[in-house]
């Protein structure tokens, strides 16, 4: 379900976020595509830190 809403930016943050859209690309998919990546960035730097950490639960 499509909404629409409004996010106000700053000129210069509307520029960054234009020049990183793929030809064709709108600026929900734009932003999905970037939360996805956040969300994988988190998850791996979690795993690193528990890494570190050593901290393991050993599996049957």
Do not use: C, H, Y
């Not at 996010?7 to 030809?23: D, F, H, Y």
């Not at 994988?40 to 890494?51: G, N, T, V």
Request: hydrophobic share 35%; net charge negative; aromatic share 8%.
């Amino acid at each position: 379900m499509a909404a629409t809403n409004r996010i106000p930016v700053s000129r210069e943050i509307w520029e960054s976020l234009s020049s990183l859209k793929t030809p064709g690309e709108t600026f929900d998919e734009l932003l999905k595509r970037m939360i996805d990546a956040e969300k994988e960035r988190r998850f791996f730097d979690d795993m690193q830190k528990i890494e570190k950490r050593g901290e393991f639960v050993e599996l049957e």
